[in-house]
């Protein structure tokens, strides 16, 4: 998704901004482009591609000085990848520059109001109509201009706007689209998200939708829609600049992989205590637990996947009956909320538009709304009832690793303490699994010290055409999972595939050679499992398989075979997904693929 950058004080405003939209390269981007207030009026610059290219046209920032402008990188929607369709864009007398993160729906009305109007577009973009329109309205008082556009303009935006007339002031929006303000001496930022300015403050504004900010060098004002000012609490930031930077690893992602001991143990461990379970963060009673009669669960890709783990545990421990919901899908089927109904919202962002909007659906529909998201202060977070936040840190690769196997925890945190309220599990199980549960960080940390393992398994493997990961129970859950890592980071083709629907129709696609990943970790189904991998052997598969390490037969049927520690059959998961991410990680490296931002991708994908 786009990225913004903005500054007002008094430093030389280009190079904070290239080094802002450097922090923000992870949410994808295709060109990017800076406007700065420049010996008396607003300069544009801008590129396709990376922003090296921008940076060396800019000379490093020593072209165009001053102290005040906006910057961008742009993931296209509307408009292919191009100098002229990239932020910032400008009205035609270049007075007034805008950058935007979304997407402006009724773009083609508004064009053709201001063509008939006069105005001439250069660009294929949405954005550009913001622009025209922003300068139609304009009459000496941007405030009063944004709040006209606001009312003109359907769809998602974050806006940065400057102009010529006015030098000492930057004015932003935001609706749908993530916007923060950062707070500092004789300085003032906006940014899309945090990493963009954490080295220069960490007291933030978090803008709601709707709200109109004016930036000075020295003041901060908050406008709603009617120009009423509104006064926010200052939320200060907590993690340190180097969780936003790679540390020492080659990739964010690797980095990512091996915090996962430390984000799972600062998941779960504030809220196991005495061998028990404490969600002090969420207000649902003991009686609200008990009136539950339904759970949805809904969420986009990876955190989806998080949510079908989360169905079994739920359904298993507490004995509630859980539906899970592609948030894409859900928003748009007229879903069945009735007296009762809990929805499970899980987002690592807590921007994602589709699944900003399943909340929104599912609360105009009389649903408590409980959040599972690792952005504090984000959209969906402060929209919903309950947050049950994973202290995983930011996660900057695109292709989520920590922030998974913490949603993980929280699922199962959440059945556990359900299953507790509801009578359905005694305190000895309770106790039993939480043991487990404490030990899991222990063990991803062994299994991450035999990562090398897994690398040179992906070194024989990483020119496979197609792989097929196959699983029960589980084990399915966690082998769409780990076909969704493979596919993204390393474009090569997967499917993941219920072992036991294998027979009725995709087995013809097994040939001499097709690499299958088995993930055999419920001992209730393994015999199952060894069935399923003598089937693929007998047509020519190469076999991986995951195992407990209890269950050594294996070795007997499958070629390569990776171990994870003894623990609970319904805890495996946050065990089983680990080899898959650093599988995927590794054959993504020998092929040289860009794995922190892959192809096409954005980190938060903030537009439907
Ligand atoms: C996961 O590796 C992907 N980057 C993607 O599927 C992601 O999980 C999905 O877009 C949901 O994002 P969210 O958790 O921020 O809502």
């Known amino acids: ?139 000496g008082d941007l405030v009063d201009t944004i709040i006209k556009v606001m009312q003109k303009v359907e769809g998602s935006y974050a806006l940065g706007i400057i102009c010529n007339d006015k030098p000492g002031e930057l004015v932003a929006v935001r609706k749908d689209s993530p916007l923060i303000v950062g707070l500092g001496e004789n300085e003032n930022f906006i940014a899309s998200d945090i990493p963009a300015i954490l080295e220069y403050t ?129 928003r748009y089927r007229n879903p069945i909320i009735e007296e009762g109904t809990l929805v499970i919202i899980i987002s690592q962002s807590g921007e994602t538009a589709d699944t900003l909007a399943a909340l929104r659906e599912a609360k105009k529909r009389g649903a408590r709304i409980l959040s599972v998201v690792n952005v504090v202060g984000s959209s969906i977070a402060r929209e919903s009832d309950d ?92 082998a769409l999972e780990g076909s969704l890592k493979l596919k993204e980071i390393s474009y090569i083709h997967s499917e993941a595939y219920a072992a036991g629907e294998l027979k009725h129709g995709t087995i013809a696609l097994i040939e001499k050679g097709t690499l299958v990943v088995a993930l055999a970790t419920q001992d209730h189904l393994f015999e199952k499992m060894l069935s399923n991998i003598k089937e693929v052997k007998a047509r020519g598969a190469v076999v991986l398989a995951i195992a407990q390490e209890t269950n050594r037969e294996i070795e007997k049927e499958a070629d390569f075979v990776l171990y994870i520690p003894e623990t609970d059959p319904l805890l495996t998961t946050i065990q089983t997904v680990v080899p898959l991410q650093l599988f995927a990680y590794y054959v993504s490296v020998e092929k040289g693929c860009d794995v922190d931002k892959p192809r096409n991708l954005a980190k938060s994908v903030t537009v439907e």
Not at 402 to 429: C, F, N, P, R, W
């Open 1 to 139: 998704m786009c990225g913004i950058v903005g500054y007002i004080g008094k430093r030389q405003v280009t190079p904070i901004l290239l080094e802002g939209l450097k922090k923000l390269e992870y949410r994808g981007y295709d060109s990017a482009g800076v406007a700065v207030y420049h010996e008396n009026k607003v300069n544009v610059m801008k590129a396709k591609g990376r922003l090296k290219i921008l940076e060396e046209r800019l000379d490093g920032g020593k072209k165009l000085t001053g102290t005040m402008g906006i910057g961008h990188t742009r993931w296209a929607t509307h408009g292919e990848p191009s100098d002229v369709n990239s932020h910032p864009h400008t009205s035609t007398s270049g007075c007034i520059a805008i950058v935007h993160n979304g997407i402006i729906e009724n773009y083609l009305r508004l064009r053709e109001f201001l063509t008939g109007k006069g105005y001439t577009f250069v660009s294929d973009t949405d954005t550009e109509v913001v622009a025209h329109l922003t300068d139609y309205y304009y009459e």
């Open 202 to 330: 960490r007291n933030i504004y978090l803008l709601e939708d709707k709200e109109i900010v004016r930036l000075t060098q020295d003041e901060v004002t908050i406008y709603n829609s009617d120009k009423e000012e509104i006064s926010k609490e200052v939320f200060t930031v907590n993690w340190d600049v180097s969780a936003a930077e790679k540390g020492g690893y080659e990739h964010f992602m690797i980095k990512e992989i091996c915090e996962q001991p430390k984000a799972i143990k600062d998941t779960i461990g504030p809220r196991i205590q005495n061998g028990g379970i404490t969600l002090d963060d969420i207000k649902l009673t003991k009686q609200d637990i008990e009136a539950i009669r339904k759970i949805y669960i809904v969420a986009c890709g990876t955190a989806w996947h998080a949510g079908i783990v989360g169905k079994t545990a739920i359904e298993r421990l507490a004995r509630i009956p859980v539906e899970v919901d592609l948030a894409s899908e859900f």
């Open 387 to 478: 947050i049950l936040y994973t202290w995983a840190g930011p996660e900057i690769a695109v292709a989520s690793t920590k922030a998974y196997t913490t949603q993980l925890s929280a699922m199962y945190l959440i059945a556990l303490h359900m299953g507790v309220v509801k009578g359905h599990i005694t305190q000895d199980e309770v106790n039993t699994i939480v043991r487990h549960f404490e030990q899991i960080p222990d063990k991803v940390q062994s299994i991450l010290e035999n990562k090398e393992s897994i690398q040179y398994f992906a070194s024989k493997h990483y020119n496979a055409k197609h792989v097929f990961f196959i699983g029960r129970g589980l084990d399915y859950n966690i």
